[in-house]
């Protein structure tokens, strides 16, 4: 999954060329006292590896592929079968390497009468290639945690609150918005010596967030901030704030690592400040919604910024750990009980 290029900055943050900037920075604003939470449903991680292992099972999620189209059709029944509104949006669109693919992306409703909205974002392809492998950087890949993680968290999300009675139903409705291409973007590190045919003619990255941001599903969307989840499987994941969901959505921010504070997962949501990247939450964050990137990054590591097993073949099913998996998903689901 993730993008690459350390980047950042669009829009009022800093652009960062080559690497990112890896100064990370750690704050002493973690809260000291336990907050009283409201009550929530009870997040299945069980469930949540399962949905990790069936995505992984289709083969890699690479559009224009079987696999590509097996999976994003079980995403759709998946979420139908919870009872949720479900709209697919297809598109096409030209990658870096020339490659015309067909995309779609997926947007499933919880709760769709509810004037306050929360959107909770991910992507569901796979990269066709494993370029950071230190053996073989065309391989195809998994992405267990790049992709499928995520996707898991938001399915089992979704079927939590399916089973809730409308009296303990949160007082948001939820909008899972599972974006396609977001992977097959040129990394100028590992690819220096492929052509990038996009150069000049916008982000090669995140091909389906850019489509969604310009064609807004459902029409002149809305919600009060979004959560992105991504690379939210590995075993020891850590995650810090990142500059540009500082920037744009510092609320949300607060909200979520404070609650994962109080519910004890202080060794995953780290209070560091880290710096931007170039992912989905660029291009929804330029549609209006203040969103949050959760994403799996070495916090002081300055000659790296992701984990070994980003876009390698070693990002499969024995990365995944169901504790992992359990931090994020309570912790916005607490979130969600608590608006």
């Known amino acids: 999954m993730k993008l690459r290029l350390p980047l950042a900055a669009l829009a009022g943050l800093l652009i960062l060329t080559g690497c990112p900037d890896k100064k990370t920075t750690e704050t002493p604003d973690a809260p000291t006292a336990e907050a009283k939470l409201p009550p929530a449903p009870v997040f299945n991680a069980d469930s949540a590896y399962a949905f990790t292992a069936k995505q992984v099972a289709f083969g890699p999620r690479v559009p224009n592929t079987k696999a590509h189209i097996a999976t994003g059709d079980w995403l759709v029944a998946k979420f139908k079968g919870y009872g949720l509104q479900v709209m697919e949006q297809p598109f096409e669109a030209v990658t870096f390497d020339g490659t015309v693919i067909k995309a779609r992306n997926i947007v499933a409703r919880y709760q769709p009468q509810a004037a306050r909205r929360v959107a909770i974002f991910a992507h569901w392809d796979t990269r066709p290639f494993a370029d950071n492998d230190p053996t073989n950087k065309n391989a195809p890949m998994d992405g267990a945690s790049d992709g499928a993680s995520a996707v898991a968290v938001a399915l089992e999300m979704a079927r939590v609150l399916s089973l809730q009675p409308d009296s303990l139903a949160p007082n948001v409705g939820v909008d899972f918005i599972l974006f396609d291409a977001e992977d097959w973007g040129h990394d100028s590190g590992t ?13 090669s990255w995140c091909l389906g967030s850019q489509y969604w941001a310009k064609n807004l599903l459902p029409a002149n969307y809305k919600a ?5 989840f991504d690379m939210v499987g590995a075993r020891g994941a ?15 921010v607060d909200k979520i690592w404070n609650t994962a504070a109080a519910l004890g997962y202080t060794d995953y949501f ?8 170039v992912d989905d939450h660029v291009y929804t964050n330029q549609a209006g919604i203040p969103t949050v990137d959760i994403i799996d990054h070495l916090p002081n590591n300055p000659e790296q910024y992701f984990p070994n097993y980003h876009h390698a073949t070693t990002d499969n099913m024995s990365v995944i750990d169901r504790a992992t998996l359990k931090a994020v998903g309570q912790t916005v689901l607490q979130v969600l009980y608590m608006e």
Do not use: T
């Open 238 to 252: 850590k995650f810090s704030r990142e500059a540009l969901s500082r920037e744009k959505a510092r609320f949300a």
């Open 224 to 228: 009060e901030y979004g959560v992105l």
């Open 191 to 203: 690819q220096a010596d492929l052509k990038n045919q996009l150069d000049g003619a916008g982000d």
């Open 270 to 277: 780290l209070f560091n400040d880290s710096p931007g990247i």
